[in-house]
């Protein structure tokens, strides 16, 4: 009988891949599936529509939903109101690099932590907690997020344009709004998508900085699992899956367009 040669094992980057791909199935495309199943089957594990029309037929739910929408939309504005200026001007300092870490750092502690100690601070200051608590806070904690991706790609701006554009008499405000603005559109995107998909599905924010008086869509979730309504809450819980997609495609598709302008002028 022949002996059947076995290949040594190599170690390639196919093996690297193997436990990344075990945990999406994991904990990303099982959950996804379980998900899905459960939106259409009721408490006795029967086929239903029926947590479609209590999602769809519920106005408390869709303004829950409406206001996560409205406090994304203002956090994320605010973000970029002050991460902007805050990244420009880190951008043209020779240290900006290592102050930039001083707005990442925090991202170290959990998040939990600091907004229950950003809630003991409004409580020593004697502030009502409220939704300006909570926009204070959702701003606090997502900033970083909207300032890394501004920093870095303004950094990588080719400062030549801004000479260039000098040299042909623009001032300051023109040079700005004609160059920097239009080639920091990728990073404006980034941070746009960065704050607002993770501002919109948080849960535990607005319940702490708020004494359980907003309610947003990441709670609501949070209480149907609680209260055993698997069904609804799998609704809701695809609900938010679709804005998250919907958010991506929408900024890619921005983001696209931008590019293709600027090669134009280019």
Same mark, same amino acid.
């Given at each position: 009988?022949?002996?059947?040669?076995?290949?040594p094992?190599?170690?390639?980057?196919?093996a690297f891949?193997?436990?990344?791909?075990?945990?999406?199935?994991?904990?990303?495309?099982?959950?996804?599936?379980?998900?899905?199943?459960?939106?259409?089957?009721?408490?006795g594990?029967?086929?239903?529509?029926?947590n479609?029309k209590v999602?769809?037929?519920?106005?408390?739910?869709?303004?829950?939903l409406g206001?996560?929408?409205l406090?994304g &939309?203002i956090?994320?504005?605010?973000?970029? %109101?002050?991460g !902007?200026?805050? +990244?420009y001007? #880190? =951008?043209?300092?020779?240290?900006?690099?290592?102050?930039v870490?001083?707005?990442?750092i925090?991202?170290?502690?959990?998040?939990?932590?600091?907004t229950l100690?950003?809630?003991?601070?409004?409580?020593?200051?004697?502030?009502?907690?409220g939704m300006?608590?909570?926009?204070?806070?959702?701003?606090?904690?997502?900033l970083?997020?909207?300032?890394?991706?501004?920093h870095?790609t303004?950094?990588?701006?080719?400062?030549?344009?801004?000479?260039?554009a000098?040299?042909?008499?623009?001032?300051?405000?023109t040079?700005?709004?004609?160059?920097t603005?239009?080639l920091?559109?990728?990073?404006?995107?980034?941070? &746009?998508?960065?704050?607002?998909?993770?501002t %919109?599905?948080? !849960?535990?924010? +607005?319940?702490? #900085? =708020?004494?359980?008086?907003i309610?947003?869509f990441?709670?609501?979730i949070?209480l149907?699992?609680?209260?055993?309504m698997?069904?609804?809450?799998s609704?809701?819980?695809?609900?938010?899956?679709?804005?998250?997609?919907?958010s991506?495609?929408?900024?890619?598709?921005?983001?696209r367009?931008?590019?293709?302008?600027?090669?134009?002028l280019?």
């Amino acid at each position: 009988m022949k002996k059947i040669a076995r290949k040594p094992f190599r170690l390639t980057k196919k093996a690297f891949s193997v436990p990344y791909i075990a945990f999406l199935l994991l904990f990303v495309v099982i959950p996804l599936v379980l998900i899905l199943v459960n939106a259409f089957l009721d408490n006795g594990n029967k086929l239903t529509l029926e947590n479609f029309k209590v999602f769809f037929t519920s106005s408390s739910t869709l303004t829950v939903l409406g206001n996560s929408l409205l406090v994304g &939309v203002i956090t994320t504005l605010l973000c970029l %109101i002050i991460g !902007y200026p805050v +990244s420009y001007i #880190l =951008s043209k300092m020779s240290s900006g690099k290592i102050l930039v870490l001083l707005y990442i750092i925090p991202m170290g502690i959990n998040f939990l932590i600091r907004t229950l100690a950003t809630k003991a601070i409004f409580l020593a200051m004697g502030l009502e907690l409220g939704m300006g608590t909570v926009i204070f806070g959702m701003v606090y904690n997502y900033l970083p997020f909207m300032i890394m991706p501004l920093h870095t790609t303004l950094s990588g701006i080719d400062k030549s344009y801004a000479e260039a554009a000098q040299d042909l008499g623009a001032d300051k405000a023109t040079v700005f709004l004609k160059t920097t603005l239009p080639l920091s559109v990728s990073g404006i995107l980034s941070g &746009v998508t960065m704050v607002f998909i993770p501002t %919109i599905s948080t !849960y535990a924010i +607005s319940q702490l #900085l =708020s004494n359980g008086k907003i309610f947003l869509f990441g709670d609501s979730i949070q209480l149907s699992f609680e209260q055993g309504m698997y069904g609804v809450g799998s609704i809701m819980s695809i609900v938010m899956l679709i804005f998250v997609l919907l958010s991506n495609f929408i900024m890619n598709k921005f983001n696209r367009r931008g590019n293709a302008a600027r090669r134009s002028l280019w």
